[in-house]
């Protein structure tokens, strides 16, 4: 079994949700149907970016890490080519 880390971007507001769950389709689906209360008036979502692991304890440390402010650099700097598709500095 594998518990998943993943994070959303709000097509509304641009901000990032970071959450996990053992079952990553189950759940993206909870969030595009509007039942998680933190999402539900930022949709649009889409999924920006996941890992899996191997049990709870590693994925919560992770979804704490990703939520931090050296974790969401790490997300920027992991998919730069997204948020900068030309690779032109701006």
Do not use: W
Request: contains cysteine; aromatic residues 14%; hydrophobic residues 35%.
């Amino acid at each position: 079994m594998f518990f998943y880390v993943y994070v959303l971007i709000s097509e509304k507001d641009g901000l990032f949700y970071t959450g996990y769950s053992s079952n990553l389709k189950q759940r993206l689906i909870a969030h595009e149907n509007g039942l998680v209360n933190s999402t539900k008036d930022r949709r649009p979502l889409k999924l920006l970016y996941f890992e899996a692991c191997l049990n709870q304890k590693d994925a919560t440390r992770r979804e704490k890490y990703l939520k931090s402010g050296n974790g969401k650099i790490y997300i920027k700097n992991r998919l730069r080519k997204y948020f900068n598709p030309t690779g032109l500095m701006l």
